[in-house]
């Protein structure tokens, strides 16, 4: 899958995968959207951001989760 949205420079945030060169996180947005804020919200706390730039952070997030196993509990 190819990201067009999604940058990570070395010399911003150190390197962390952020939004189109901006100073603005993949994880930030995901959190915002994880918190329940709508993408109206989002953009305004944000102007920066196009609705596109949320759908593509949901995706990085998500392929980035099929990349690695997290630590589960496990019901008993």
């Known amino acids: ?10 010399r911003k945030m150190g390197g962390v995968p952020c939004i189109r060169g901006l100073r603005i996180p ?3 947005v995901v959190a915002m959207v994880a918190d329940g804020m ?4 989002i953009c305004r706390a944000y102007p920066d951001l196009e609705s ?5 952070a949901l995706r990085y997030a998500a ?3 099929l990349e690695r196993q997290l630590p589960l509990t496990v019901p008993q």
């Open 1 to 10: 899958m190819r990201f067009e949205r999604i940058t990570a420079d070395p």
């Open 26 to 28: 993949v994880a930030t």
């Open 38 to 41: 709508s993408p109206d919200d």
């Open 52 to 56: 596109e730039d949320m759908r593509e």
């Open 63 to 65: 392929e980035a989760l």
